[in-house]
Structure formats: C-alpha cells, structure tokens
C-alpha cells in the first residue's frame, strides 16, 4: 500500500508521501481487503506483526479507523484516522466516516478526471499553438525564421511535437 499522510504530528517519520508497505503487514490493508470499515484498538494493533504497526504504537496510536474507498468501479484505497485516545472511534460513528470516505472516493475521482481533462486541454493548446507559429513560418521549420526559432526550441524537438501531436502538413 502506498502513504499520502496529512501533516499531522502522529505521522512525522511515520511514512512519507508515496511510501510503501505491503498490504498484509498495515491494518488498512486489511479493510481494503475485506471491503468493510475496521476499526483497530491498542490491543488490536499489538496483536498485527508489522515494523509498521510497531512505529505507530511508539508515537503513541492507541486505536484506528480504516475505512475503504471504493466506487462502482472498485478500490481506490483507504481513508485511515488515528487517534492518541483509546476508543476514539465507535461503531455509532462508522455511518458518519464511511460517508466521509464516500465524498473523498468521489472527490478523488472527479480531480482525477480534472487532471485527465486539463492534460487534453494543455495538449491541443499546444498543438494549435505550433500549428500557428507553423503557418506564421510558411511552413518552415528549421532557420532562423521558422517554426522552431519562433517557439525557442531545436527543430529536432519541433519535429517530434509535430508527429506526437498528429499535426499534418495540410493543416499548416
């Protein structure tokens, strides 16, 4: 599983953005693998065999939250809550964090979709872009008054934009 903890002074040292550690050996893993909010006590947590697990009882964890992400088209991960309090967390508030879970599941999606459109965005500002300094140049890509001096690059890369972008002659 890989980490992307909040600044919190519970996960300091604990695991960096993008960190890993196996699924079996992190409590979240196991809500990720039984598709259900789990929640962990001191005593729980003393009862998993994971280096893991051991760094968050020495920065004092005494129980957990790990409640799944998921969407009709599966797992995204897990949102996990940590709390220095023993029985932080009760049955009576899972209704409450699985909704939470749910909004993030939907927020994660829908900027994941953001990112994918501002991507296609980027790319056919771009490749209209060139196609005008292409058109501005006659045509021409290489000297100093074409394509690739007008836009500040090699022709070589020019040329590779042109191609990975699919603009054809008959455009330009």
Request: hydrophobic share 40%.
């Amino acid at each position: 599983m890989s980490f992307y903890p909040l600044d919190s002074p519970l996960t300091v040292g604990l695991a960096d953005a993008g960190s890993t550690v196996p699924v079996k050996d992190a409590p979240a893993g196991q809500a990720l693998l039984e598709r259900q909010t789990k929640i962990f006590s001191r005593k729980d947590l003393l009862g998993i065999q994971s280096s893991f697990v051991t760094q968050m009882l020495e920065r004092g964890i005494q129980s957990l939250c790990c409640i799944p992400l998921t969407t009709r088209k599966g797992e995204l991960g897990t949102l996990n809550l940590a709390s220095q309090d023993a029985n932080a967390f009760a049955a009576k508030d899972i209704g409450f964090l699985e909704q939470v879970a749910a909004q993030v599941a939907v927020a994660e999606i829908t900027r994941g979709r953001r990112i994918a459109d501002s991507n296609e965005t980027l790319e056919s500002m771009e490749r209209e872009y060139i196609i005008r300094m292409l058109r501005e140049a006659n045509g021409v890509i290489a000297g100093p008054h074409g394509a690739a001096a007008r836009l500040g690059m090699k022709r070589t890369t020019l040329q590779s934009r042109i191609v990975k972008l699919g603009i054809t002659r008959e455009e330009y």
